[in-house]
């Protein structure tokens, strides 16, 4: 319970505050009503899973997170992997995959990893995105225009059913999502509605329009669900076997790794608008805590919601008070409210979907990232997108990151640099004399991993001269990993075998550990690892002087 104990410390739980959070609480409340229940009919759940998933794992997140501004609960993003995971395993599979994500959380927090997942490229979290963006827009023209279903495995294939059914719309319900898209963005914009959020704007009146007029084929809650039962979600965990948690371990993994990536990236968010400082490996434990909890009471995936929590902040909430507020403003919702639900157009659930959507694409960062990135980036950037939309959201991050790394090594191994020291480079170490004739002085910039393991020896091999001695500068070496460690051995061998001694000198302590426990101190001779160059060219006099004598 960090970010409560921050809280209190910095005076935030104090009566002054109160009012603030509790405002900002319930707003934020209002705000979640119908997102959860879109996000949660575009998962392929009921309508009220959404909002047990809002009050449970945004009531955990509030008191186990690692963010006191952080605002949890379904959001856009897990959209295309929960859809897939309801479809092939059903509801009672996705509660599985959602509390073994749970499970996995909150062993990423409890180990420390939060600080790693943060290391996932810009062009990567961009590329998948906006993906899902597209997917979620495509994937609501059926309830925005009122088509009929249509099938297909992949995207390409739905994407060209609905073009060819869409000349079937339904009047009354697209006009009905074109009012309620217009109310979402224009909405606030109204005289006396600038404090009331353009998504319960678009629900109220759409559900007001429908109610009172009564079109005949609008689908809504109460023709397609039935309505949204009225009480306190129950106690139902779901039934677990070992077959069960075989098949869902890759789907689970899918729901962690993404979860994970969406909550650190709202809760960097957070610091930017409110001045915190969160704490990556609590805010994942938080995170693990309500996924664990939520399917045991009919919930499903949750994290944290970028737009909800900047909403909370906008509100005046600075502590985890407003999301305790926002979770029991939604029970508050449930117990007074849900019958009043059944006449809600999935219209207007898919129009709110429309600029989650939009927003989630980012397309001004996107068009900034083609136009300004390196097109290294830039193609990781649309490879990512392509697949994501294409192919599979866990495909696309795994080859995206994968793409990142390869050319980041790639980038690492061409900067490191390994050539022999002109003696006028060496004259402030010299002080007025002379290198000693048959010593040669190569330097090694940049760490000597695997990636630069083949610089390096092309660099040594290619040396043309055979001096009697080589001095090896590791000074500029942060750090040697087991394969360049074993080149750096087989470049010594070879210039032994020439009759030429190596040795080696400044390196720093975590360096000359590792070239100890490989044995290549063993290897060039104890008398021939020295601490500062200046040591190592006077033993190389020295010991030339006795090779002379001889």
């Not at 575009?42 to 605002?71: D, H, M, N």
């Not at 060819?164 to 339904?170: F, K, M, T």
């Not at 500029?476 to 030429?500: A, S, W």
Request: proline fraction near 5%; hydrophobic fraction near 55%; include cysteine.
């Amino acid at each position: 319970m960090i970010a409560i104990r921050e809280a209190w410390k910095a005076g935030l739980l104090g009566r002054s505050n109160w009012l603030n959070n509790l405002v900002a609480g319930a707003i934020v409340g209002v705000v979640a009503l119908p997102l959860a229940m879109a996000f949660a009919i575009a998962s392929g759940v009921k309508p009220e899973q959404g909002i047990y998933t809002s009050i449970i794992a945004g009531l955990a997140v509030s008191l186990f997170g690692g963010s006191r501004l952080q605002i949890a609960g379904p959001t856009g993003a897990f959209i295309v992997i929960l859809a897939g995971v309801t479809a092939q395993y059903g509801v009672d599979g996705l509660q599985i995959a959602t509390l073994m994500a749970g499970l996995i959380l909150l062993l990423l927090g409890v180990t420390r990893l939060g600080t790693v997942i943060k290391f996932i490229p810009d062009p990567v979290i961009v590329g998948f995105t906006a993906g899902i963006g597209v997917i979620i827009w495509v994937g609501q023209w059926k309830d925005f225009f009122g088509l009929p279903a249509v099938t297909g495995a992949h995207f390409h294939e739905k994407f060209w059913s609905l073009l060819q059914v869409l000349p079937q719309l339904h009047l009354p319900t697209t006009l009905l999502s074109v009012l309620s898209l217009l109310l979402v963005i224009f909405g606030p914009r109204l005289p006396g509605m600038k404090r009331v959020p353009g998504p319960l704007i678009a629900m109220v009146a759409a559900t007001l329009v429908q109610a009172v007029l009564q079109f005949d084929g609008v689908a809504t809650i109460g023709s397609a669900f039935g309505g949204i039962p009225q009480g306190l979600p129950e106690f139902s965990p779901p039934h677990i076997t070992l077959d069960r948690i075989t098949e869902l371990v890759g789907p689970a993994f899918a729901i962690a790794m993404l979860g994970a990536i969406e909550s650190l990236l709202s809760a960097v968010v957070a610091d930017g608008m409110g001045g915190t400082k969160h704490d990556s490996n609590q805010e994942l434990i938080g995170q693990g805590i309500a996924n664990m909890a939520a399917p045991l009471f009919g919930g499903f995936a949750a994290t944290g919601a970028i737009a909800r929590t900047a909403t909370n902040i906008r509100n005046g909430g600075n502590s985890p008070l407003a999301g305790i507020v926002h979770a029991f403003t939604l029970v508050l919702i449930l117990l007074v409210l849900a019958p009043l639900a059944a006449d809600i157009p999935l219209a207007a659930l898919a129009a709110i979907l429309f600029v989650v959507a939009y927003n989630m694409s980012d397309l001004k960062h996107f068009r900034r990232m083609l136009k300004r990135a390196p097109r290294a980036d830039v193609a990781i950037l649309l490879i990512t997108f392509v697949l994501t939309v294409f192919s599979d959201l866990v495909i696309a991050v795994n080859i995206g990151v994968i793409l990142a790394m390869l050319h980041f090594m790639r980038r690492m191994a061409a900067s490191v640099e390994v050539q022999p020291v002109p003696e006028q480079e060496l004259e402030p170490e010299l002080h007025g004399h002379h290198l000693p004739k048959g010593v040669l002085v190569y330097s090694i910039e940049g760490p000597l991993f695997f990636g630069a393991a083949e610089n390096f020896e092309r660099a040594l091999a290619s040396t043309n001269t055979y001096p009697g001695i080589l001095v090896i500068r590791l000074d500029r070496v942060p750090f040697m990993d087991i394969t360049g460690m074993e080149t750096l051995e087989e470049v010594i061998r070879n210039l032994h075998k020439r009759n030429i001694r190596v040795k080696l000198c400044e390196a720093n302590p975590r360096v000359q550990s590792k070239l100890t426990k490989a044995r290549l101190v063993e290897l060039v001779g104890e008398e021939n690892c020295h601490g500062t160059f200046a040591e190592a060219l006077a033993d190389s006099e020295a010991q030339l002087a006795v090779r002379a004598a001889s």
